[in-house]
Nanobody, 117 residues
Framework: QVQLVESGGGLVQAGGSLRLSCAASGRTFSNYAMGWFRQAPGKEREFVARISYNAISTYYAESVKGRFTISRDNAKNTVYLQMNGLKPEDTAVYYC??????????WGQGTQVTVSS
């Protein structure tokens, strides 16, 4: 069973930056795509970004394209989400997930990101 632990969330002013990290347990991290989702209060969970197992391919939601960057370090079993130019609408709990085909599993506990205006 893979465990995912997110960190790096916090309170930041609009226009600021944060880098989220997600540490994965287990030996199969490098075999899977990884992704980030987020859920704002009163809203449905939404896709943010995805990175292929070998980091060659990345995908982003239109709302974060050009501002967020997903990356991974397979030697450290860690995936990152660099978030620049943060906006109040980016406020949400951010979740790290493992990609399995077209679905996702092993959701982490989430890390809160709050962007003040």
């Amino acid at each position: 069973q893979v465990q995912l632990v997110e960190s790096g969330g916090g309170l930041v002013q609009a226009g600021g930056s944060l880098r989220l990290s997600c540490a994965a347990s287990g030996r199969t991290f490098s075999n899977y795509a990884m992704g980030w989702f987020r859920q704002a209060p009163g809203k449905e969970r939404e896709f943010v970004a995805r990175i292929s197992y070998n980091a060659i391919s990345t995908y982003y939601a239109e709302s974060v394209k050009g501002r967020f960057t997903i990356s991974r370090d397979n030697a450290k079993n860690t995936v990152y989400l660099q978030m620049n130019g943060l906006k109040p609408e980016d406020t949400a709990v951010y979740y790290c997930v493992r990609g399995v085909g077209s679905t996702y599993d092993n959701w982490g506990q989430g890390t809160q990101v709050t962007v003040s205006s």
